[in-house]
């Protein structure tokens, strides 16, 4: 059994990650609520409810066009004051910026939640005006359709919130999957307008569908064919959008028994007027995708994560580290392409993409100058090291190249996207603050605001 590793698995492959050494039981409790059960009392046979949730829970990534960490777009939403990236001043139609952190200790999780006018360096937080909630509570937002709520770390469920005119968060309608067969929630909801989105239910093997508007449960489509056994099916954090149509990848771990992953990766196409599968792809070739990005060109990759090159490594996944392309406006696996990690640098052991700007990623590549791989035990014993160098790779070249101004740390790092910026963070060892970092700025990376505790979300709400 895997059970210490699974829990720092599925942190992991929810992007919500530390950018310094950590004590598991620290990352456990920061990220790992998304697989807590519970039931809400409140919901009518739809799985609809308008009472109040009391929390969100935890990991990190919201995708499509949400927002959190990991993965999404969390561009203005509704009346965006314009302007440079985290600028603005306050209420009156500047810019608002929603926050989502958490403190821990032993025995409890609390999640707080802040309204600021800007993500710039010096930007103050008055912790007295912030939104408190028991559990890993987690940030979701919608830019595109002007929407933001929060999730509970208690129960299956997702509360809208809006801000008032001296931006405070105000609690509106709810919502519950948890007569979906649903335990706890995952990062993953697939945005199609204001009145669609789709939450990607793993352990149901499911989508279900839901109103961003009316807050109401609306239908499932099952997914059978994404259930190997053994293996739970995690699909892909960020959605591949292509008219109607829309992708989504499919990676498959095993983190309870042998810490493998299969060497495929899936593709399910939706199409989104009729809510029905219109075909699903395997390809062989690339395992342990769990991110797709797409790049400017239009193209979308899907690099293999740095959990995958360890479970290469340690042979529990055939397939070398590796990255497969759906080109811009096609709904199947380029052919004729197939990304080789380990060839791009000095390093074998790469993967973990985060947008770098234009048709650039970074991806972590493991340096055994500053550690050893621990052969014979678990995964995240590796991926956990402070050993992870920061590459900058333009998608398809020959070569990357090192990030020097960007130490090495674990191999995962939480990442926001926001107004055309992304952001990662770095922690004290003890996670009571947050420093956000501008990583794919142009001159370099620049520090902005400190949040207290461990910052786990990001959004433009105005």
């Not at 099916?233 to 959008?241: H, K, L, R, T």
């Not at 810490?259 to 809510?275: A, H, N, P, R």
Request: glycine share 12%; proline share 3%.
């Amino acid at each position: 059994m895997f059970t210490r590793k699974s829990v720092v698995h599925a942190m992991r492959l929810r992007s919500l990650t530390i950018t310094s050494a950590a004590l598991l039981t620290a990352l456990c409790a920061a990220a790992c609520s998304g697989d807590d059960s519970g039931e809400s009392n409140a919901s009518d046979g739809d799985g609809d409810t308008t009472a109040t949730a009391s929390g969100g829970n935890g990991g990190g990534s919201t995708t499509g066009s949400t927002s959190g960490s990991g993965g999404g777009n969390a561009g203005a939403a509704g009346d965006s004051a314009g302007g440079g990236a985290g600028e603005g001043s306050g209420p009156d139609g500047n810019a608002a910026f929603v926050l989502g952190t958490r403190v821990w200790d032993d025995t409890t999780t609390t999640s707080y939640f802040h309204v600021v006018a800007s993500l710039a360096a010096g930007t103050e937080i008055d912790e007295s005006r912030a939104l408190e909630l028991p559990g890993a509570a987690k940030l979701v937002s919608m830019p595109d359709v002007g929407w933001f709520g929060i999730h509970s770390g208690e129960a299956p469920i997702v509360t809208r919130y809006t801000l008032d005119a001296s931006d405070r968060l105000v609690e509106g309608k709810s919502m519950s999957f948890a007569n979906y067969g649903v335990e706890g929630l995952w990062d993953t909801h697939y945005v199609v307008s204001s009145t669609k989105a789709y939450y990607a239910d793993r352990a149901g093997e499911q989508l279900i569908i839901w109103n961003p508007s009316t807050m109401k449960v609306q239908g499932t489509i099952p997914l059978p064919e994404t259930e190997r056994e053994g293996y739970l099916a995690n699909y892909g954090y960020s959605p591949i959008m292509r008219g109607k149509s829309l992708l989504i990848s499919v990676g498959w771990f095993d983190w309870e028994e042998s810490d493998s992953v299969l060497g495929e990766t899936g593709l399910v196409e939706i199409d989104t007027e009729t809510d029905s599968v219109v075909a699903v792809e395997v390809d062989d070739r690339c395992g342990g995708v769990v991110q797709p990005i797409t790049l400017e060109s239009g193209d979308t990759l899907l690099a293999s994560g740095a959990l995958a090159a360890v479970a290469h490594r340690l042979d529990r996944l055939p397939t070398k580290p590796c990255a497969l392309v759906v080109r811009k406006g096609e709904t199947k696996f380029d052919a004729d392409y197939l990304g080789e990690l380990d060839a791009i640098s000095e390093f074998e052991m790469v993967g973990e993409p985060v947008p770098a700007g234009g048709n650039a990623v970074f991806l972590r590549a493991y340096d055994d100058s500053l550690a050893d791989v621990v052969e014979d035990g678990a995964t995240w014993e590796t991926t956990g090291q402070v050993a992870w160098a920061w590459l900058r790779w333009e998608a398809g070249s020959d070569d990357a190249e090192t990030v020097s101004e960007l130490e090495p740390a674990t191999s995962d790092v939480v990442w926001f996207e926001t107004d055309g910026h992304v952001y990662g963070i770095q922690t004290t060892d003890t996670y009571s603050k947050s420093t956000l970092v501008d990583l794919a700025r142009a001159g370099g990376p620049k520090d902005g605001l400190v949040a207290p505790g461990f910052l786990h979300g990001v959004a433009r709400v105005r």
